[in-house]
């Protein structure tokens, strides 16, 4: 569940805090519900209110799927900041899937991955940020793909696997994905075999 971005509610729920109680308590709620997390803080919110959003939601939700970020280390700094928090819930790590680098750009831009980018851009120094996501479904996502499903290998983090943000591009995604299984490496194979239930259709 993501709360909008929105500088005002449109309607009486202002936030996901506000919503997910009603969701839990509703006879016809899903069998499990999942929840945002923001290994680069949010680009509307203080980083306290959503530390606080965080711990509350995790009280009713099964799952936690962390929003695009770039940096491995940055993600799991955050999972281990979690885990000293006592949320335990099963992480799922967001990466981009076989999206259009406009596409991408536009997105990461939106909802605040701005610390990703400069990474990569220090790392890999393209001559312009259409140059950076161009090759991030080349060797440069399958070097994200090693480490995030490295981190899932590590047992004391609590990670689920991985998960897709498609944006609409579901069928090129599932396809992209179901090639990496065939990846040598044992471990990042086993994760990304996991990983098939974790693609989403959205942001």
Sequence with gaps: MIGGDGSHALGQFASAVE????????PLRPSTLGIAGYPEGHPLIDAPTVARALAAKSELADYVVTQLCFDPDAVRAWI???REQAIALPVWLGMPGRVSAAQLLEVSLRIGVGPSLRFVRKQHNPRNLFGLFGGLHGARTRRLQRALSALAADREL???GLHYFTFNQLAATWSWQHASIDAPDP???SHLQRAR????RGA
């Design 187 to 189: 471990a990042t194979r």
């Design 80 to 82: 281990i900041a979690q």
């Design 158 to 160: 609590g990670i689920a």
């Design 197 to 200: 239930a974790g693609i989403s």
């Design 19 to 26: 919503l997910l109680p009603l969701i839990a308590a509703h």
